[in-house]
């Protein structure tokens, strides 16, 4: 599993966003220089995180992006499978994967479950709270 700058830069935008939460909506190119990404890439990123209601935005003089939630609500789990997708370490525990006609014999299996299973409960239990 290795994630992509998708899904650091979703979770960068998120955190600058709860850290100047305070003055309402913030335009996207004072996150983009505050970060050091191209505005350009986060142009395609924002749709996402807007389309999943994660963010909302409005146009215009004053306009800008702002959370719609307190940052103790945003769990990195919903935040990395909205941009990267599946998380799961290996093929055979793909959500989308067919059954494995070795499952029953398999001697690594239970690892791969077990990291899975690390993996979830960690991105699962830490915040955007937690990472400011």
Known sequence: MKISTRGRYALRVLIDLAEHNNSGYTAMKEVAQRQQISLKYLERILPVLVSAKLIEGIQGKGGGYR????????????????????????????????????????????????LNSLISNYLNNKTIADLI
């Open 67 to 114: 959370l719609t939630r307190k940052p103790e609500e945003y769990p990195v789990a919903e935040i990395l499978a909205l941009t990267e997708g599946d998380m799961a370490p290996v093929a055979c525990l793909s959500c989308d994967a067919q059954p494995c006609e070795r499952k029953d014999t398999c001697k690594t299996l239970p690892m791969w479950k077990e």
